[in-house]
């Protein structure tokens, strides 16, 4: 072999060899530890691990849970608001930046920020604000405003939306410059011309604009339904489920059967539910965005 071809090989090889430890890695830590929680839906594992097969027992037992049937319901109504106000928010405020405004770098740094968090600090600051005792409520009453109450996060009808108004204070940043950038992307030529036509504004964003933000529309409701449907820790730092269970969402009700109520089995059934509906969701996303691209 002469040295020419041995430094091809070498190039070709060299960045397997360096990913491979990565990359064996994660079929181990990720991809392995997925599977066997799948397999452990199926056993009648309890506070550890067992592999006695029980079938769909798990999944019949979930099912019949009214906890499990509160948290679907929660998820809903959060995952609902959640998605449709990150992108009422992050569609206006990319609009209002790309107005070529002022102080718009930052501007766009102040939205983005709260992403920067996590949604532990997120919870805990929101928990803080909301608090009726330390919060908002205890504030204005101590200015004179003594009529004014804001106990959503102790009413067990209004929990959940304490929960939307912190997720969406995080994710609208991050959802605007998804349409920020969609809309830099377009073609200011197509624009100038429809203004050449004598088109207002308000159909120039309806009948252009806002269709060819499609893709940024799709995966904003991709990535907003992702975090929706796996929202853990926010909830755990703001509400911890309550009061009662008016807050608890299915990744709550994982945690809690699989190490508070030594149900693993359990756990893990609804564990590979969640990862069923996250996979109905990216999977199809995923095809199209494969096959647009080629």
């Given at each position: 072999?002469?040295?020419?071809?041995?430094?091809?090989?070498?190039?070709?090889w060299?960045?397997k060899?360096?990913?491979?430890?990565?990359?064996l890695?994660m079929?181990?830590?990720v991809y392995?530890f997925?599977?066997?929680?799948?397999y452990?839906?199926?056993?009648?594992?309890?506070?550890?691990?067992s592999?006695?097969?029980?079938?769909w027992?798990?999944?019949s037992?979930?099912?019949r849970?009214?906890?499990w049937?509160?948290?679907?319901?929660?998820?809903?109504?959060?995952?609902?608001?959640?998605?449709?106000?990150?992108?009422?928010i992050?569609?206006?405020?990319?609009i209002?930046?790309?107005?070529?405004i002022r102080?718009?770098g930052?501007?766009?740094?102040i939205?983005?920020?709260?992403?920067?968090l996590s949604?532990?600090?997120?919870g805990t600051?929101w928990?803080?604000?909301?608090?009726?005792?330390i919060?908002?409520?205890?504030?204005?009453?101590?200015w004179?405003?003594?009529?004014f109450e804001?106990?959503?996060?102790?009413?067990?009808n209004?929990?959940?939306?304490?929960v939307?108004?912190a997720a969406v204070w995080?994710t609208?940043?991050?959802?605007?410059?998804?349409?920020?950038?969609?809309?830099?992307?377009i073609?200011n030529?197509?624009?100038?011309?429809?203004?050449?036509?004598?088109?207002?504004?308000?159909n120039?964003?309806r009948?252009?604009?806002?269709?060819?933000l499609?893709?940024?529309?799709l995966?904003?409701?991709v990535?907003?339904?992702?975090?929706?449907?796996?929202?853990?820790d926010?909830?755990?730092a703001l509400?911890?489920?309550?009061?009662?269970?008016?807050?608890e969402l299915p990744a709550t009700?994982m945690?809690?059967?699989?190490?508070?109520?030594n149900?693993?089995?359990?756990?893990?059934?609804s564990?590979?539910?969640?990862?069923?509906t996250?996979?109905?969701?990216?999977v199809?996303?995923l095809?199209?965005?494969?096959?647009?691209?080629?």
């Open positions: 072999m002469s040295n020419a071809d041995f430094k091809t090989r070498l190039q070709n060299l960045p060899l360096v990913l491979s430890p990565s990359l890695l079929l181990v830590f392995g997925i599977a066997f929680s799948v452990l839906s199926f056993t009648d594992s309890r506070l550890l691990p592999f006695g097969l029980v079938g027992e798990n999944y037992k979930l099912w849970l009214s906890h049937k509160i948290s679907l319901t929660n998820m809903g109504i959060f995952a609902f608001l959640y998605i449709g106000i990150c992108t009422f992050g569609l206006g405020l990319a209002f930046l790309d107005q070529k102080a718009e930052m501007l766009r740094t939205y983005l920020y709260p992403m920067a949604f532990i600090v997120t600051a928990k803080w604000f909301l608090d009726p005792g919060g908002l409520e205890n504030v204005l009453q101590s004179g405003w003594s009529s804001f106990d959503w996060i102790k009413d067990r209004y929990a959940i939306y304490t939307v108004l995080q609208s940043g991050f959802v605007m410059a998804m349409f920020l950038a969609g809309l830099r992307g073609d030529e197509i624009l100038k011309a429809a203004q050449m036509d004598g088109a207002s504004n308000w120039l964003y009948r252009i604009i806002i269709p060819q499609r893709p940024a529309f995966s904003a409701f990535i907003l339904s992702h975090l929706a449907i796996k929202t853990f926010l909830v755990i509400t911890g489920g309550g009061p009662g269970r008016a807050t009700f945690y809690s059967y699989t190490f508070s109520r149900q693993m089995g359990i756990g893990a059934a564990a590979t539910i969640m990862l069923m996250i996979a109905a969701i990216m199809p996303y095809y199209a965005e494969l096959r647009e691209k080629k």
